[in-house]
C-alpha cells in the first residue's frame, strides 16, 4: 500500500488495516467449515501482519458479524456500526499524519 504507483505524489505514511467479521458455517452451503475456522482465525493474522508492517490495526469482529441470510455480507446496520466504530482510529490516523506530514 505505501509503494503502490499512484497519480500523485502522496505516499500514505499511516495504514489501518481493517479484518472483516468472520464467516460462520451453515447460513451458505457453499461455506464449509474449514472455510469458516480460516476465516476466524484470520483478524489474528491481520493483526500480526499489521504488528510487523508498523501499521494500524481494526477488527469489526468486536463490533459486527455477517448477515444470518448468507454469512457473508452485511446487514446496513451492521455497515453503519463499522464506519461509526471506525471514525475515531481514522480520525486518530489522520490528525498524526498532519501532524508529522
Known amino acids: ?13 499511516d495504514v489501518l488495516l481493517v479484518a472483516p467479521p468472520a464467516m460462520p458455517a451453515g447460513y451458505d452451503p457453499d461455506i464449509t467449515d474449514e472455510m ?18 508498523g501499521t494500524d ?26 464506519g461509526l466504530a471506525l471514525a475515531e482510529p481514522v480520525r486518530s490516523i489522520l490528525g498524526r499524519s498532519f501532524v508529522s506530514g
Open 57 to 82: 490495526f481494526f477488527d469489526t469482529s468486536d463490533i459486527c458479524r455477517p448477515s444470518t441470510v448468507d454469512g457473508v455480507h452485511l446487514e446496513p446496520e451492521m455497515s453503519r456500526a463499522i
Open 1 to 13: 500500500i505505501r509503494t503502490l504507483p499512484r497519480r500523485t505524489s502522496y505516499i500514505a505514511q
Open 36 to 53: 469458516a475456522a480460516e476465516s476466524a482465525a484470520l483478524p489474528e493474522r491481520i493483526r500480526q501482519l499489521a504488528g510487523e508492517c
